[in-house]
């Protein structure tokens, strides 16, 4: 199978304009994440997704393969979705711009999912077991059948426990996901589900047309780049 790795990458972020040209350390955050995920070396290609001239110069001084955005987009699944319509591959991998401390073990299981026919989409979960975290609606959570298939994503906690005893994992969703290359395109051409619009978790737009998502456990979970603050935990994780 053919697997390919696709960054998307905006400049004008709300929260933190301009966080993926930020340094960290000697590189930028968006060059650092486009790095890591190549020298993972389990992609047949790696492309960085962006609106951005300056994103775009910036990685194609490291050699990189770019995709310019054509049109604006909701969510980083429809910005790849455009760019991958016209690509040859079998599954390809969503990796946040913002994420630079992908790690290879965590990937590789998710590629390794596929190697069932029936699986469609995959994705990320870590065990949770801090209180405020499981309250924080900023945290999304995730529930699962005996198979490791999802069956609700939300921002509440889940499972709610009336049994205070029951030995049930709370999980934490971890945004990274591969897709299928139809699969993929299905979620683009489906209009936003109702779950999804109140949850305000584009997932859930799988769940409401019947298609599970494979979760892997995974203990890395690094640091998404979303605030300076972020970004100042990531200088001293790297260092």
């Known amino acids: 199978m053919k697997y390919i790795a696709m960054i998307p990458a905006r400049y004008a972020a709300t929260r933190f304009p301009a966080k993926l040209m930020q340094k960290l350390g000697d590189k930028t955050v968006i060059a ?20 951005s001239d300056i994103i775009a110069e910036e990685i194609e001084q490291y050699g990189g393969k770019v995709i310019r955005s054509q049109k604006e987009h909701e969510s980083g699944s429809d910005r790849i979705a ?50 405020a975290q499981i ?23 889940i499972p709610f426990r009336r049994n205070k005893t029951a030995d049930v994992p709370n999980y934490e969703h971890v945004g990274v996901y591969a897709f299928r290359k139809q699969a993929l395109m299905n979620f683009t051409s489906w209009p936003m589900t109702p779950l999804e619009n109140a949850e305000k978790i584009e997932c859930l737009r799988y769940l409401e047309n019947g298609i599970p998502l494979r979760m892997v456990i995974t203990e890395h979970k690094g640091v998404e780049i979303d605030t300076p603050e972020d970004l100042e935990r990531a200088v001293r994780l790297l260092q």
């Open 82 to 131: 455009e760019a991958a319509a016209s690509l040859e591959f079998d599954v390809i991998l969503n990796v946040q711009g913002d994420s630079p401390f992908i790690k290879k073990e965590p990937l590789e299981k998710l590629l390794q999912q596929f190697d069932e026919e029936t699986v469609q989409v995959a994705s990320l979960m870590r065990v949770l077991k801090d209180e």
């Open 135 to 157: 309250a924080n609606e900023n945290c999304v959570k995730v529930c699962v059948d005996k198979n490791m298939n999802s069956l609700l994503f939300s921002r509440s906690p």
């Open 32 to 51: 650092t994440t486009y790095l890591a995920t190549l020298n993972t070396g389990l992609f047949d290609e790696v492309f960085v997704v962006t609106d």
